[in-house]
């Protein structure tokens, strides 16, 4: 008697035909997206280790310490990338896929057969991503200044407990410096490859050539593609590369390590 995918569906989750190790993908996801997240909550959680030098963590940056805030800097920082990567249209798939089972795999059977999409709290609060967006694309040009900051060493040198020493600054590139600048193109490729981003430079037009600076819109708009097409890569390697700058300067900070100057 022939098995068909409505039986398996309705038998529950994980009921399928496949011999492959379906499995695998979901489960890596979660070891993954769950280690970023244990680690990035300690980190912020910490306020400590984040500055060796002119090296600051993209955990920290820009680094805010108001009087009336009593917890660490990070957590006025991270809702924002936090939630840019949380509503992302990849990243919506990889975690539910890995943490809500659903849908586990391509022909495999699930838990819940009533399907309400992101119309219920609070997965509707999905919808705020275009506005995460936006403040992702600020903190691009906050981290590449950040960069640059990276590139002004004090004459005198840096105090043993990484503390910069006063005095007049001259250029230099360290390995804390070439991270810095890595994790900012990793970042600017995720960012401006975002869906949301290629429907706002190129939404809305059924004819480039008849839009006002259609032109420049179409121009914008094969860029990103481009970048899009490339959006799950994007989001993994701007992933850890956030985690290895902030590593890296954790080690540094610490004394754990000593930053190489290259020149």
Request: glycine share 8%; net charge positive.
């Amino acid at each position: 008697m022939s098995t068909s995918v409505r039986d398996l569906t309705e038998r529950g989750l994980g009921a399928t035909l496949r011999r492959d190790a379906w499995w695998m993908a979901p489960a890596l996801t979660a070891l993954v997206l769950g280690s970023f997240g244990i680690y990035a909550t300690w980190a912020a959680w910490t306020g400590a280790h984040y500055e060796w030098g002119p090296y600051l963590s993209p955990f920290y940056s820009p680094l805010l310490r108001p009087a009336w805030w009593p917890l660490s800097p990070a957590f006025l920082i991270l809702v924002f990338p936090l939630g840019f990567r949380m509503t992302c249209y990849y990243y919506r798939r990889a975690y539910y896929r890995a943490f809500f089972l659903d849908p586990v795999a391509c022909s495999v059977g699930e838990a819940r057969h009533n399907y309400r999409g992101e119309t219920k709290f609070p997965f509707v609060l999905q919808n705020l991503h275009r506005f995460f967006m936006y403040a992702a694309v600020v903190f691009i040009f906050i981290l590449s200044y950040d960069v640059w900051l990276a590139t002004r060493w004090p004459v005198a040198g840096v105090a043993p407990n990484g503390d910069m020493l006063a005095g007049p600054t001259q250029f230099g590139v360290g390995v804390g410096t070439l991270l810095m600048a890595l994790n900012v193109v990793l970042l600017a490729a995720y960012t401006f490859g975002c869906h949301s981003l290629r429907h706002l430079v190129g939404g809305n037009v059924d004819c480039f050539s008849c839009a006002r600076g259609g032109r420049a819109r179409y121009g914008l708009w094969r860029g990103v593609s481009r970048l899009n097409s490339n959006h799950m890569l994007w989001a993994w390697c701007s992933l850890f590369s956030v985690a290895l700058t902030d590593v890296y300067i954790r080690l540094c900070a610490m004394g754990v390590i000593r930053d190489v100057r290259l020149f």
